[in-house]
């Protein structure tokens, strides 16, 4: 077909086209339908009619194979996970966990990270130190945080008080005095929690000391389970076992004058002490030559037991470092008397 063929064709078909859409008919009717128009037309159709019906090459719903049924109307609904009945078991030892961590801490005067551990080593000791059926009790009823099987396996110890509380001071990196504070804080918090469970542990003889809190004064703990402060006849008593120390507002001081070199020595061994026992004094560098060691309960405005232990502590890593140091070249402040 020419070209100019091809245009006569189309324009006597858009004038054919014309005509119909003149006569209020569609071009196709007469023949005269361009390729656009048929475009549109079809998709006005299809819009209009709806899809074809089914064919070979479109599956109809007895060709597409089983529907799958809708859901029956009534009937119970299945539950949500927040509908199951109880209280999800994680979240009781939680709780309980937080309970029994946060009053050892209150009565130990520690923070929550201090008395996790303290709670864990004497839970974990306790555990060690009772026949079968009271340890599986006293594992069914503290929280899983504080012990578990593995932290049972353990070497043989010495059965009685002291290797106990070593124990306690080996798993919570404390020194055998904080032990004690320790596992009686437990203990009472434990009883306070569930008084049953204590009273029903077949504990051995030598653990019975550490169920109640000692007397007021001298011991470590008071009757309602805070840190004790010794009396004014403990003090003294104390004070006169620390020659280089003395008693000012609550607090144990000593003040020590060295050469910067060998200072610099001692004030690193004093360090050690707070990751070895989780104890150690605050130190305040006055010249290069004198610093001046405090050691004090922050829960109580007293000398505690706690701090006469620590200040023997300090008086023996200063020893280890200066080989008799404190009684030659350091030149130790006189202290003033105690109470």
């Given at each position: 077909?020419s070209?100019?063929?091809?245009e006569?064709?189309?324009?006597r078909?858009?004038?054919?086209a014309?005509?119909?859409?003149?006569?209020?008919?569609?071009?196709?009717?007469?023949?005269?339908?361009?390729?656009?128009?048929?475009?549109?037309?079809?998709?006005?159709?299809?819009?209009?009619?709806g899809?074809?019906?089914?064919?070979?090459?479109?599956?109809?719903?007895?060709?597409?194979g089983?529907v799958?049924?809708?859901?029956?109307?009534?009937?119970?609904?299945m539950?949500?996970?927040?509908?199951?009945?109880?209280?999800v078991?994680?979240?009781?030892?939680v709780?309980?966990?937080?309970?029994?961590v946060?009053?050892?801490?209150?009565?130990?005067?520690?923070?929550?990270?201090?008395?996790?551990?303290?709670?864990?080593?004497?839970?974990?000791?306790?555990?060690r130190?009772?026949?079968?059926a009271?340890?599986?009790?006293?594992?069914?009823a503290?929280?899983g945080?504080?012990?578990d099987?593995?932290?049972?396996?353990?070497?043989?110890?010495?059965?009685?008080?002291a290797?106990?509380?070593?124990?306690?001071?080996?798993?919570?990196?404390?020194?055998?005095?904080?032990?004690?504070?320790?596992?009686?804080?437990?203990?009472?918090?434990?009883?306070?929690?569930?008084?049953?469970?204590?009273?029903?542990?077949?504990?051995p003889?030598?653990?019975?000391?550490?169920?109640?809190?000692?007397?007021?004064?001298?011991?470590?703990?008071?009757p309602?389970?805070?840190?004790?402060?010794?009396?004014?006849e403990?003090?003294?008593?104390a004070?006169a076992?620390?020659?280089?120390?003395?008693?000012?507002?609550?607090?144990l001081?000593?003040?020590?004058?060295?050469?910067?070199?060998?200072?610099?020595?001692?004030?690193?061994?004093?360090?050690?002490?707070?990751?070895?026992?989780?104890?150690?004094?605050?130190?305040?560098?006055?010249?290069?030559?004198?610093?001046?060691?405090?050691v004090?309960?922050?829960?109580l405005?007293?000398?505690?037991?706690?701090?006469?232990?620590?200040?023997?502590?300090?008086?023996?890593?200063?020893?280890?470092?200066?080989?008799?140091m404190?009684t030659?070249?350091?030149?130790?402040?006189?202290?003033?008397?105690?109470?």
């Amino acid at each position: 077909m020419s070209g100019k063929q091809m245009e006569g064709d189309n324009q006597r078909r858009r004038a054919l086209a014309r005509q119909a859409r003149e006569q209020g008919r569609r071009p196709s009717e007469v023949g005269a339908t361009l390729g656009a128009d048929k475009q549109l037309e079809s998709l006005d159709r299809g819009r209009r009619n709806g899809p074809p019906p089914a064919g070979s090459r479109k599956p109809n719903a007895e060709r597409a194979g089983p529907v799958t049924p809708a859901p029956a109307p009534g009937g119970r609904p299945m539950p949500l996970p927040d509908d199951i009945g109880g209280t999800v078991g994680t979240d009781v030892a939680v709780i309980a966990y937080r309970d029994l961590v946060s009053d050892v801490g209150r009565r130990a005067g520690v923070d929550f990270e201090q008395a996790r551990a303290a709670a864990g080593a004497t839970v974990t000791a306790l555990a060690r130190a009772l026949e079968e059926a009271d340890r599986q009790r006293l594992l069914d009823a503290v929280p899983g945080q504080l012990c578990d099987e593995r932290s049972l396996a353990s070497a043989d110890r010495r059965r009685d008080l002291a290797g106990f509380l070593e124990e306690v001071a080996r798993l919570s990196h404390r020194s055998p005095e904080q032990a004690r504070y320790q596992a009686q804080a437990t203990l009472s918090a434990l009883a306070e929690q569930d008084q049953g469970l204590v009273e029903s542990l077949d504990l051995p003889e030598y653990l019975r000391d550490l169920l109640g809190p000692p007397p007021a004064g001298g011991g470590l703990v008071d009757p309602t389970g805070g840190a004790a402060a010794l009396t004014d006849e403990e003090l003294r008593d104390a004070l006169a076992t620390l020659p280089y120390w003395s008693a000012d507002r609550g607090r144990l001081t000593r003040t020590i004058e060295l050469p910067a070199e060998n200072l610099d020595r001692v004030l690193g061994r004093l360090a050690r002490l707070r990751p070895d026992t989780g104890r150690g004094p605050m130190v305040g560098r006055e010249t290069p030559d004198t610093a001046v060691l405090t050691v004090r309960t922050r829960s109580l405005d007293a000398v505690s037991a706690l701090d006469v232990a620590l200040a023997h502590q300090i008086d023996d890593a200063i020893d280890e470092v200066g080989g008799g140091m404190a009684t030659g070249a350091e030149r130790s402040r006189r202290p003033r008397p105690g109470p």
